[in-house]
């Protein structure tokens, strides 16, 4: 009976160490002053760092990242790279085509504005704003062109 009672009185009095060191454990440590994280990153510019420059043909106020495409051809077995630039308003964003894109389509250059309509499709156009192009969304992050019935022209979105 002895033996009994010391083995009870050794599990409760190990149920309330454990219990105390758990309240303990659990309660909200408050610390005493704000601290910095010392961990610098190269990723994320100090704040004394000035931005890197933009492109020249997106608008410094921009806060959306570009977005390149490549633009294939394939009737003419041509293809360059295109980047949709930073938001003009709600719908339309920036549109840069270099001068290698002329043999993928003659009027591409011209682009200047990435406009997404309201029935899903993509109209780009040049600064008077005449549609180059009218695309759909296709599979994925892909574009097809609807509206010039011969043209077979696709745009991918690179990651």
Avoid at 24 to 49: E, K, N, S
Wanted: proline share 10%; with cysteine.
């Amino acid at each position: 009976m002895k033996a009994s009672l010391i083995i009870v009185m050794t599990a409760v009095s190990c149920a309330g160490v454990s219990a105390a060191g758990l309240a303990f454990w659990a309660a909200p440590q408050v610390p005493d002053r704000m601290a910095h994280d010392p961990i610098v990153l190269g990723t994320i510019p100090a704040a004394t760092t000035a931005p890197p420059p933009l492109s020249p043909h997106l608008h410094a106020g921009s806060v959306s990242p570009p977005a390149i495409f490549s633009v294939s051809n394939f009737k003419r077995k041509t293809v360059c790279l295109v980047e949709r630039g930073a938001a003009l308003t709600s719908r339309s964003r920036d549109f840069f085509a270099p001068p290698d894109c002329e043999q993928v389509w003659p009027s591409l250059t011209r682009a200047t504005t990435w406009t997404q309509n309201e029935d899903g499709s993509v109209t780009i156009s040049d600064p008077a704003g005449t549609t180059l192009l009218t695309l759909i969304r296709g599979q994925h992050f892909s574009y097809e062109v609807t509206d010039i019935p011969d043209a077979d022209l696709a745009l991918l979105m690179l990651p």
